[in-house]
């Protein structure tokens, strides 16, 4: 028997690779990150990278008003990360998620996971509400952090 279109859609889109990505952004002396697992390569000239943020979290605001958002590679198994960027909340709700947490800034003054072993700082360029649960965001890559064993 065949699924339904929108079923088999859904089970072929779960299928795209994914990874896990701490998604940070900083205004003035406000922060907020979110985990955000579809990010793609978006253009080469100049380099884009595209992005679907959960709607309604704290890390909205901030990237509207900072123009700017890093995206930082985690360890999708580092609980203490995935735990510490899995909340909504607004950055003055509750304790700081990077206190505790070696954080630097490039280009954009996003905040940076230091033990990443991939960054990418990035202005943004366009942002889409998609009228879904996810909102989509594209940064043109203006500086990088690439360490490799």
């Not at 590679?73 to 998620?97: K, Q, T, Y």
């Not at 202005?123 to 940064?139: I, K, N, P, Q, T």
């Amino acid at each position: 028997m065949t699924e339904p279109n929108e079923q088999l859609a859904r089970r072929a889109v779960a299928r795209l690779p994914s990874m896990t990505f701490v998604m940070t952004s900083g205004y003035e002396n406000d922060r907020a990150g979110t985990l955000v697992h579809w990010v793609s390569r978006a253009a080469d000239e100049p380099p884009l990278v595209s992005v679907a943020v959960p709607k309604g979290h704290a890390i909205e605001p901030l990237i509207r008003d900072s123009r700017a958002f890093a995206l930082c590679v985690i360890d999708p198994e580092d609980r203490r990360l995935r735990g510490a960027f899995a909340h909504a909340c607004a950055p003055d709700e509750r304790s700081d998620p990077f206190d505790s947490l070696e954080v630097r800034a490039l280009t954009t003054g996003s905040p940076v996971l230091a033990r990443s072993p991939l960054v990418l700082d990035c202005e943004v360029v366009r942002h889409f509400d998609l009228e879904a649960d996810h909102e989509f965001y594209v940064g043109q890559v203006v500086n990088a952090i690439l360490k490799i064993d």
